[in-house]
T-cell receptor, first 114, second 112 residues
Framework: GESVGLHLPTLSVQEGDNSIINCAYS??????FIWYKQESGKGPQFIID?????DKRQGQRVTVLLNKTVKHLSLQIAATQPGDSAVYFC?????????????FGQGTTLQVKP | NAGVTQTPKFRVLKTGQSMTLLCAQD?????MYWYRQDPGMGLRLIHY???????AKGEVPDGYNVSRLKKQNFLLGLESAAPSQTSVYFC???????????FGSGTRLTVV
């Protein structure tokens, strides 16, 4: 069945360093992938998405890389700040379904040390 | 402010009681979703709707029912609550043609 997984449950980085959060997916038919950030006690917040026909997409301080050959997705956060501390989820969607359903990974907790 | 509003934010139920969680969005989004979030299991889809008057089952629909009588509202019902339904419930909506969801702030439900 479909599954989206994250390689590490917790990532600890020093403030100012770059962070890389990884995600593996299994459905090669997925059309798009999304990264969400969830702060404690809040709902997930959209960060960035990428279509399956792209390899890289950049936002403000964030970059998402997609490697379809190995079904791997990563989120890079530049100059990590204390406000980046949160749980990060990858999600995949699309494929043969037009329902817009997303399948979420289990999440990686990012801890930023001052 | 525009967005997705969930009520209530917290609730404690006794086993066997029923309740309805309300999700309201004012962005005129066509698609709406109910997810539950449990520790170590990420977000799992319960039910969803692709438009007013339509609903469909997700990954974990047992024990839940939904209704979408109005485009802006998506209700999640628990007819007979069980301790296994203790969770944080998130509603989300999406505009047709967009990928990303807008999530509500969640409802924390405890069934004792």
């Amino acid at each position: 069945g479909e599954s989206v997984g994250l390689h590490l449950p917790t990532l600890s980085v020093q403030e100012g360093d770059n962070s890389i959060i990884n995600c593996a997916y299994s459905n090669s038919a997925s059309d798009y992938f999304i990264w969400y950030k969830q702060e404690s006690g809040k709902g997930p917040q959209f960060i960035i998405d990428i279509r399956s026909n792209m390899d890289k997409r950049q936002g403000q301080r964030v970059t998402v890389l997609l490697n379809k050959t190995v079904k791997h997705l990563s989120l890079q956060i530049a100059a990590t700040q204390p406000g980046d501390s949160a749980v990060y989820f990858c999600a995949e969607g699309g494929g043969s379904s037009n329902t817009g359903k997303l399948i979420f990974g289990q999440g990686t907790t990012l801890q930023v040390k001052p | 402010n525009a967005g997705v509003t969930q009520t209530p934010k917290f609730r404690v139920l006794k086993t066997g009681q029923s309740m309805t969680l309300l999700c309201a969005q004012d962005m005129n989004h066509e698609y709406m979703y109910w997810y539950r979030q449990d520790p170590g299991m990420g977000l799992r889809l319960i039910h969803y709707s692709v438009g007013e008057g339509t609903t469909a089952k997700g990954e974990v629909p047992d024990g839940y029912n939904v209704s979408r009588l109005k485009k802006q509202n998506f209700l999640l019902g628990l007819e007979s609550a069980a301790p296994s339904q203790t969770s944080v419930y998130f509603c989300a909506s999406r505009r047709a043609g967009n990928y990303g969801y807008t999530f509500g702030s969640g409802t924390r439900l405890t069934v004792v």
